[in-house]
């Protein structure tokens, strides 16, 4: 069976750290999440030691912007 379950948002905010499994045609796969840098490094060693052939990067994943944020500057 193969569900794939979408992350929330709240869940992608108190987690932005993110490990990725980099594919073929310039696709990613999101794997885990973290919710510091430390937490996600030690987890990517550990993937590049036991997965040695496979290209996993650690990124930081922001949060959506707010509708505010992108109306730009208010003219007063």
Known sequence: MNVQ???STDAIE???WVIVLIQPNAQRSDL???RNRSD???????LRRFIPKTQFE???????????DS???VSR
């Open 5 to 7: 379950h979408s992350p």
């Open 14 to 16: 108190a987690r932005p």
């Open 32 to 34: 885990v999440r973290f």
């Open 40 to 46: 996600g490094e030690d987890h990517l060693r550990k």
């Open 58 to 68: 650690l990124v930081f994943d922001s949060p959506a912007q707010s509708p505010l």
């Open 71 to 73: 109306l730009g500057e």
